[in-house]
């Protein structure tokens, strides 16, 4: 008997050696791959590679991917090999060649690479992330919804929610004030007002389920970020496993949002210039599905509220933090409304030149997209080289890392709108700035994205005088979050002009 179990726990540990020396051997070969193309590589370490400093604090790919384009700028490379766990990923540090993936080459790298579950998780089927078979006639589809025609219709209904958020300001006056929160209630009506003609009312309704929803979308606890994970970095595996990375809550909200929008306009023979008509259009053209409309619902209410909402909130701490810059501002719009009856109009607003530059100034420091995703699509040679890209490879593009180098952006840590001015953007690279993406898949709702935030800006800026609280702690960026985003509540203090 004891020979028996003495021979059994034999075989269990001979197991465990063998199982131990055949996960070794298979992250010393993975750890090989882009030396043996002769690509400049970031030493990995067992056994997450080359994210092990930072998944501690978290996983946002964008501050990660920064490090990556720093460190193999100090060395002189144009490009480098990095990997998240053991997935080969090519970090691109020269604009030339980010022009050759995003735009030049773009055939090479139509898709973005995200996990998606298409059939097992609809939901999250969305332009944003599926690839390009499905992508391209979708992307034309949508596209009516973002002209400047759509832009000018919907204007009106913006300004309205920008006077309900200076309303709710005035409440505050001397308060400190986390502007997060008033800019996220801001964009949650906006896009209930333009995607689905829907008041959310968010000032006077701060809980109401539309906000609600915001805030779920973007609320992660250990689960949600473990099945991140695993998206992330063994995305055939989690197909395999039918992994669902949608919050299920936020998608049986939207869906009955959705369904019962329809169902209305459909009955009362109701007919708006919004998001949600497009899809109907297309439901009735095109065969779409509830889910896929839910789908683009979702991403839509995600691109227009928090990013937008994050973005306005950077740009507002600067201005706070530098009062010379927030009184040329205030100048500029006071000038132009003068002009225009005291009005804020699609035309009024297109004036406002340096309000355009304070914005781009904000999208350089504080891109809400920091890492742009791309997957090659099939065997690409690197241009000027013999290195060949395989069909599958995942490619990141740091626009952080761009954004904050020196050698395009002298003195990168300071907020100088002038660097927007339209002498100095000719003097530089054009993909050197890249908050929107470029190329054909770039952001579809940038034209919105920017209405609404200048909007919002212009609101408050020429109402308010901004001071940053002396409670404010010093900005840190968030380790767990997907998207650009403070690691501390910004608090503003206001003071009416």
Not at 118 to 141: C, M, Y
Not at 347 to 375: A, C, F, H, I, W
């Amino acid at each position: 008997m004891g020979l028996v179990i003495q021979d059994s726990l034999l075989e269990i540990f001979l197991l465990a050696v063998a199982l131990v020396i055949l996960t070794a051997l298979h992250f010393h070969n993975a750890y090989k791959y882009w030396t043996k193309k002769g690509v400049p590589t970031i030493k990995p370490k067992f056994p997450l590679g080359n994210t092990n400093t930072f998944l501690p604090q978290g996983f946002s790919i964008g501050p990660i991917t920064k490090t990556f384009y720093d460190e193999l700028k100090r060395e002189g490379h144009k490009f480098g090999g990095v990997y998240l766990v053991t997935v080969p990923n090519l970090v691109v540090v020269d604009p030339d060649y980010v022009r050759d993936i995003l735009s030049k080459d773009f055939q090479y790298f139509a898709d973005r690479g995200f996990y998606h579950n298409k059939k097992g998780d609809p939901l999250i089927a969305n332009l944003f992330v599926i690839d390009s078979a499905d992508w391209r006639g979708l992307r034309v589809k949508l596209t009516p919804t973002f002209t400047s025609g759509k832009m000018k219709t919907m204007f009106h209904s913006v300004v309205e929610c920008a006077n309900y958020m200076k309303e709710a300001i005035v409440k505050s006056i001397g308060q400190d004030v986390d502007m997060k929160e008033i800019v996220g209630r801001y964009t949650t009506d906006v896009i209930g007002t333009c995607a689905f003609g829907i008041e959310c009312n968010s000032f006077k309704h701060p809980d109401a389920e539309f906000r609600a929803m915001g805030r779920a979308l973007f609320t992660f606890n250990i689960f949600r970020a473990l099945k991140a994970f695993l998206a992330i970095s063994f995305p055939k595996l989690a197909l395999q496993m039918g992994l669902k990375v949608s919050n299920e809550k936020v998608g049986n909200f939207f869906r009955k949002v959705v369904k019962d929008s329809v169902k209305l306009r459909q009955e009362e023979n109701i007919q708006r210039n919004d998001f949600l008509q497009l899809l109907i259009n297309l439901q009735e053209s095109a065969n779409f599905t509830l889910d896929q409309m839910t789908a683009q619902v979702i991403s839509f209410f995600i691109a227009g509220f928090e990013t937008s909402a994050t973005t306005m909130n950077f740009g507002l701490y600067e201005l706070a933090r530098n009062p010379d810059i927030q009184k040329k501002l205030r100048e500029e719009i006071c000038q132009v409304l003068d002009k225009h009856d005291n009005k804020l109009t699609y035309e009024s607003l297109n004036e406002m030149k340096y309000l355009g530059q304070v914005l781009d100034e904000t999208l350089r420091m504080y891109p809400s997209l920091p890492t742009l995703n791309r997957r090659c699509t099939k065997d690409y040679t690197l241009r000027d080289t013999n290195i060949v890209i395989e069909k599958g490879t995942r490619v990141l593009i740091p626009a952080l890392g761009l954004q904050m180098d020196p050698e395009f952006y002298p003195n990168p840590e300071k907020f100088d709108p002038d660097r927007f001015t339209e002498e100095n953007k000719k003097m530089r690279h054009p993909f050197v700035h890249l908050p929107f993406g470029d190329g054909p898949r770039n952001c579809i709702g940038l034209r919105f994205g920017q209405m609404q935030s200048k909007i919002g800006i212009a609101t408050i800026v020429k109402n308010f005088q901004l001071s940053v609280s002396a409670s404010a702690k010093p900005l840190e960026f968030n380790f767990s979050s997907f998207l650009l985003q403070p690691k501390k509540t910004i608090y503003l203090k206001i003071q009416k002009v």
